[in-house]
C-alpha cells in the first residue's frame, strides 16, 4: 500500500479551508491542494492525481455527491478514494454517502488536533484501485 502524502481539499467556506490546510499540513505533514468548487476540484486532481480527496458535501454549483460523480467518471481519477466532510452525519445520510462511492464521511466540525489521524486511519482501511 502507497503511504499518503497529497491531498486535495475541496471546501467553499475560507475559515474551514484554512483551518483544515493548517492541521494537515503542519500536524499531519501533508503537501494540501485546496479548491473551493467542484469543478475547481475535477481541474485540480486532473492536475495534480492526489492520493486522496477530502470534498465537502454542500457546495454551491456542484454540490460534492456530483463532484464525486464525474470523478468516479473520469479515467485516471475514478480510483482516487474519496472522502465527504459534512455536518450531515446520520446513519442514513453516512450511508447514502459511502454508496455514491465515498471510503467514508468525516464530520463539521472537526477537530484541527486530530484531523490528520482521522484521514490516516480512514486512509488505512480505503480499498485501492
Keep these: ?3 499518503l502524502s497529497t491531498i ?10 484554512a483551518v ?6 503542519l500536524i499531519g505533514g501533508f503537501a494540501v491542494t485546496v479548491c473551493s468548487s467542484g469543478e475547481q476540484a475535477l481541474l485540480a486532481a486532473a492536475a495534480s492525481a492526489p492520493d ?6 454542500m457546495m454551491p454549483t456542484m454540490d460534492g455527491p456530483t463532484t464525486l460523480a ?8 475514478a480510483g482516487i478514494p474519496v472522502i465527504f466532510v459534512t455536518a ?3 446513519t442514513t ?25 482521522t484521514v490516516r486511519e480512514i486512509w488505512a482501511r480505503a480499498p485501492r484501485a
Design 93 to 117: 445520510e453516512v450511508e447514502h454517502y459511502k454508496s455514491l462511492g465515498a471510503v467514508d464521511v468525516i464530520a463539521k466540525p472537526f477537530d484541527p488536533m486530530t484531523l490528520a489521524d
Design 1 to 3: 500500500m502507497s503511504e
Design 52 to 57: 486522496l480527496i477530502l470534498l465537502d458535501v
Design 70 to 77: 464525474e470523478l468516479r467518471a473520469t479515467p485516471g481519477l
Design 8 to 17: 486535495l481539499y475541496v471546501e467553499d467556506d475560507p475559515d474551514i479551508q
Design 20 to 25: 483544515a490546510q493548517m492541521a494537515l499540513e
Design 88 to 90: 450531515k452525519v446520520q
